[in-house]
């Protein structure tokens, strides 16, 4: 990474609905993203908010009865708070009602209008208040708001309009020269897309008469700013205040995170809008997908929403590790508290957790809780750890330079696999044992110690809490930086202590801790899956011509079967239950593209379908004659 500072925005989220999982995902991720950098070295800025004049707001805080302030007031209030509870890192919080913000965006359009931007006209168009914006009649679907499925409005009126059309050919331009203008590449295609129609001019007020809850316009005060163009200027009037260190500087470095929904607004209309007003355009543009509940898209509207809170106090960290280890940046992803369980455990309870354990566990009982100077040359298991170190560090960057979170830690537990897997190999519990294998332990214990000081580095930016407690545990104090991961720096004698339960194992059946509903549970009970999971299991018909015991075996059949033209043998696991002769002719099921196992001495090449109950094996036969090789489906 070549650039020191980064500042980092997500969407100020509007005040008129409480914050569910889908804001938590952008401000989770943008969080992850700030302090990766910060733990790189950088100067970060991360700014979030609330959106709070516009229509919506307005009808919400009169559903309410309660004027539109108060009911921002009350609603920005808990995005804080939860962003609080979920621990995130974020420099400020702006809120357009602010005094700072107003200023800024009434000196903008000052400007734009001065400088002949800005004009009156009238406009008529289908408008979703939802969405804050007109539709075209091309992006519109069935007569409703492709994104909110409700009815539209046609609204005609006198307004200012902003001269956007007049930019469409620069910002074709500037899309073209500039490839990671905006990324995931499908999202640039997709603002190219819109900018192959003619590019209408923006209305950029409402008048006062049918909506007073905005930002008066400096030139006319019979009119209120429109939502968006007020909004977008937030990201830039959070940094401008002239006498503020902290601030300063940051502007030419922005970048944006958001959500596929929110593209036009940020691909088209800020572009245009911040050329225009002579300020520098922002660096880059990330898009992230939704996430749905059974395939919708989660949203107030739409009755399916998710809250974080209680999910952050139910899975704590295992929540944050879901949004960001699941969707691929920038696709949709399904939401399901089973599979978040699943998760848990597979990768935060058993590859994580265990591994956290068994070796704070071994440094303390087999070393008296010191890191142990490591004795031998560092052999080959030794080094390739060294050297899957050096690549997990490559990689995360490289992901990370794409927001591709699900990638930086798949890496991350590849490197926790090599590692578990040295310990099942280097058996320190062993070694132990035997006090001429003394000088081993200590370098196995060493080299394991360095793991987790590693880890608990590289793991900071995913799961804060987790890593501090880790690089606790092995004794690290200092801020968490990824200059120190550098394989080797653990120092000897370093004091140690266990951890032995950073994520215990949710089991279904006893789960007295984590209240899981029936619903979740039954998911859990028998997972699902997809129906491209079982055509890849091919299941043919085979005819035995030859059946025998396996020689000191009590349960295995070397069964020789005809499938089609060809003659395999298979190991079936039915000898108490069937006498090999008369299988001789039989026709049973199966499953045909097993990898080879070897069981007692003989390769098996497949595995026969048999169903038991309490004790009772039946093997699987047909109901009518086919021949050997017949599909089953
Ligand atoms: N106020 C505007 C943004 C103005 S930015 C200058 C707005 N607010 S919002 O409250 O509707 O938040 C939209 C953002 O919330 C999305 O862009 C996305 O970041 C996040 N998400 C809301 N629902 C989501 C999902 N179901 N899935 C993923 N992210 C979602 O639009």
Known sequence: MTDRTFYLTTPIYYVNARPHLGHAYTSIMADAMCRYRRAAGDRVYFLTGTDEHGDRIAQEAAKAGVNPKAYADEISAAFRETWLQLGLSNDDFIRTTEPRHQKIVREILQKLYDAGEIYFGEYGGWYCYGCERFYTEKEIVEGKCPDHQTALTFIKEKNYFFKMSKYQDWLIKHLEDHPGFIQPERYRNEVLGFLREPLHDLSISRPKSRLEWGIPLPFDDQYVTYVWFDALINYYSAVTEPDEPKTRGLWEHVQHLIGKDILKPHGVYWPTMLKAAGLPLYKRLHVHGYWTIDGQKMSKSLGNVVEPVPMQEKYGEA????????????????????????????????????????????????????????????????????????????????????????????????????VNRYVDLSQPWALAKRSESRRRLDTVLYTLGESLRFVGILLEAFLPDTAHKIRTAIGQTAEPRLTDARWGGLKPGTSVQKISALFPRIEVSVSDEVKLSESVKAELSSPKIPIDDFMKVELRVAEVLAAERVPKSKKLLKLTVKVGDETRTVVAGIAEQYEPEPLVGRKVVIVANLQPATLMGVESNGMVLAASHVGTVALLTLGKDVPPGSKVT
């Open 319 to 418: 929540f944050r590790y879901f949004l960001l280890r699941e969707p691929v940046f920038g696709l949709d992803s399904d939401f399901s508290e089973a599979a978040l369980v699943r998760r848990f455990n597979a990768d935060l309870a058993n590859d994580l957790g265990n591994l956290v354990s068994r070796v704070t566990t071994m440094i303390v009982t087999f070393a008296g809780g010191q890191v142990p100077k490591p004795n031998e040359e560092f052999g080959d298991e030794e080094r390739a750890l060294e050297t899957r170190s050096l690549r997990v560090l490559r990689e995360v960057d490289k992901a990370m330079e794409e927001f591709a979170f699900q990638r930086a830690l798949s890496e991350v537990w590849l490197f926790l696999g090599v």
